[in-house]
C-alpha cells in the first residue's frame, strides 16, 4: 500500500508558477511510476505530466509542453510539479498518482493504470 500526500496548490495569477509536491509512503519508492493529473469542473480527468521510476523517462502534455517539468527525488520518496506561465485554463484539481512497475522505465498518461492516488491539491490561476 503507497500513500501520496499532496502540497502546493493555491491562488496565483496568470503568468505566475507554482511547484507542487507529492511525498509517498513506502520503501520502494523507484518502482513507482508517478503522474501529475488535473481535473477541472465538468472536464474529464487528464494526465499533465508522468515520470518513471528512474527518471530517465518523462511524458508531458501537450497542453503544458513548456511550461510544467516533472522531476522526482527517490531519496526522499517525492515527486514534483512544477508549473510556469500560468494560465486560466490550468484551473483544476491536481492529483499525484502512482503506477506499481518494476521496469524503472516505464511511464504510462493513462489514468486507468494508475493504483494510487492522492487526494488533490487545488490550484486556481485568476486573468
Known amino acids: 500500500q503507497v500513500q501520496l500526500v499532496e502540497a502546493g496548490g493555491g491562488l496565483v495569477q496568470a503568468g505566475g508558477s507554482l511547484r507542487l509536491s507529492c511525498a509517498a509512503s513506502?520503501?520502494?519508492?523507484?518502482?513507482?511510476?508517478m503522474g501529475w493529473f488535473r481535473q477541472a469542473p465538468g472536464k474529464e480527468r487528464e494526465c499533465v505530466a508522468a515520470?518513471?521510476?528512474?527518471?530517465?523517462?518523462?511524458y508531458p502534455a501537450d497542453s503544458v509542453k513548456g511550461r510544467f517539468t516533472i522531476s522526482r527525488d527517490n531519496a526522499k520518496n517525492t515527486v514534483y510539479l512544477q508549473m510556469n506561465s500560468l494560465k486560466p485554463e490550468d484551473t483544476a484539481v491536481y492529483y499525484c498518482a502512482a503506477l506499481y512497475n518494476l521496469n524503472t522505465e516505464y511511464y504510462s498518461n493513462n489514468a486507468a493504470r494508475y493504483n494510487y492516488w492522492g487526494q488533490g491539491t487545488q490550484v486556481t490561476v485568476s486573468s
Open positions: 513506502g520503501r520502494t519508492f523507484s518502482t513507482y511510476c
Open positions: 515520470i518513471s521510476g528512474s527518471g530517465a523517462n518523462r
